[in-house]
């Protein structure tokens, strides 16, 4: 394959029965013109999804060892790597993971494999939330972590609950992760354009079309499940401290750190510093500069297990300059 610009790649996650199938069938239907890879990452040895995704131009492979995870994370840079070799050009690929997994082993394979990284790039990720049946998963592990390494949380099956269901479901969503857009939908319709192309998990893009995406009032909410919590401050960080923090951070918090993300104004540079991390990998770069008229903050999100507010807030306080 002879693409030079890297391949759009959308994660699509989501607890049993949300309705993921659904939605691909749907988002496949509607991209009759491109060549869009399917991979399918099945728990156990039988495949089924695999039978119900409508049959187009797309490629359909799988993965069957079980959850994408660790083990094999190996398997899915097999597969990227051959689909490189091959002389057809894609124009997107999808990753269905099994609504048991945990996504993170998934977005990091894109993050940590320089050849992957460089051929293809995350357009974001979605998790399908099951309007109806959430509240019996979210108290499971990895309805959680799915929730919590969302772009974009897909709400499905509106029409089985009620306003104020939704309500109290719309409040436990913002309090797992405020900064991820929220879709409520019916039998998983929702518009190509409002999920595919978004560019969603590219923060510094986000920013650049958004300014003011991760300034939204946010109200902490303390439970022992998956909490965000997030930090500003106008003072200039000092460089050091914020590596010697972030060192910190990745070697003994990186296990119940799903998600971090943020903007850094740092003492030293002209530029805005923007990074991300998913558990023990971490990735900050320099960004583009301050305008003459802007505001300089930082500002950080950290969503995660078990994350102790204090003594984040103490860590951030410590990288003043």
């Not at 699509?12 to 991209?31: E, P, Q, R």
């Not at 939204?216 to 439970?223: F, G, K, P, R």
Request: proline share 2%; hydrophobic share 40%.
């Amino acid at each position: 394959m002879s693409q030079e610009i890297p391949i759009p790649v959308t994660i699509l996650t989501g607890f049993i029965g949300a309705g993921k199938t659904t939605l691909l069938n749907n988002l496949l239907h509607d991209m009759p013109d491109q060549k869009v890879a399917v991979i399918i990452n099945e728990f156990g040895d039988t495949s089924i999804d695999s039978h119900l995704v409508v049959s187009t131009k797309e490629e359909i492979m799988e993965i069957n060892s079980g959850c994408i995870c660790c083990n094999v994370r190996g398997d899915l840079i097999n597969i990227l790597s051959n689909m490189m070799k091959q002389e057809t050009e894609m124009d997107h690929i999808i990753i269905e993971t099994t609504g048991m997994a945990n996504p993170a082993p998934v977005i990091q394979t894109f993050l940590m494999d320089e050849q992957t990284a460089a051929s293809f790039e995350l357009d974001s990720v979605i998790t399908m939330v099951d309007a109806k049946h959430i509240w019996q998963h979210v108290k499971e592990e990895e309805s959680g972590q799915q929730i919590a390494f969302a772009d974009v949380l897909l709400i499905n099956k509106m029409d089985l609950i009620t306003e104020a269901e939704k309500s109290e479901l719309e409040q436990q969503l913002i309090n797992m992760n405020p900064h991820a857009e929220r879709i409520y939908t019916t039998y998983a319709n929702v518009d190509n354009g409002d999920v595919i192309g978004k560019k969603s998990f590219e923060l510094e893009y986000i920013l650049n079309r958004d300014p003011n995406l991760l300034t939204q009032t946010h109200h902490h909410h303390h439970n022992d499940q998956v909490t965000s919590y997030v930090f500003r401050d106008d003072r200039p960080l000092d460089l050091a401290k914020v590596n010697k923090w972030f060192a910190y951070l990745v070697q003994f918090k990186g296990e119940h750190l799903y998600r971090y993300k943020g903007v850094l104004y740092i003492n030293q540079l002209e530029n805005r510093v923007v990074f991300q991390g998913v558990h023990m990998l971490f990735a900050g770069t320099e960004s583009f500069k301050w305008a003459d008229d802007e505001k300089r903050q930082s500002e950080i999100v950290f969503i995660g297990k078990h994350l102790d507010y204090q003594e984040l807030e103490r860590g951030f306080q410590y990288c003043l300059a």
